[in-house]
Nanobody, 120 residues
């Protein structure tokens, strides 16, 4: 079993910043990748940013230059620094991880989600 716990969401004004964090725990042997997805009301869940264990990253075009993803492989954590936030960044942000368990299984885990609201 692998659990992901997110923190750091909230309400922020346009142009402001937030930092999201996610910690993975459980039967973890290694982390292949970790990332953040978001889902706005009435829309499908979409990739925001992802980082692989080798530290290669990819971002949604809409957040490039504003968001930065980072990870600590030793601690199985991932963070998302969000700057210059826009109202269209509003949504529930979900942490995602692809993990190899101690038992040798490759599992994809999701956090419970954290709300980010950008509004004046």
């Amino acid at each position: 079993q692998v659990q992901l716990v997110e923190s750091g969401g909230g309400l922020v004004q346009p142009g402001g910043s937030l930092r999201l964090s996610c910690a993975a725990s459980g039967s973890i042997a290694s982390t292949y990748s970790m990332g953040w997805y978001r889902q706005a009301t009435g829309k499908e869940r979409e990739l925001v940013a992802r980082i692989a264990s080798g530290c290669s990253t990819n971002y949604a075009d809409s957040v490039k230059g504003r968001f930065t993803i980072s990870s600590d492989n030793a601690k199985n954590t991932v963070s998302l620094r969000m700057n210059s936030l826009k109202p269209e960044d509003t949504g529930v942000y979900y942490c995602n991880a692809e993990i190899t368990t101690i038992e040798g299984a490759l599992v994809v885990s999701w956090g419970q989600g954290t709300q980010v609201t950008v509004s004046s």
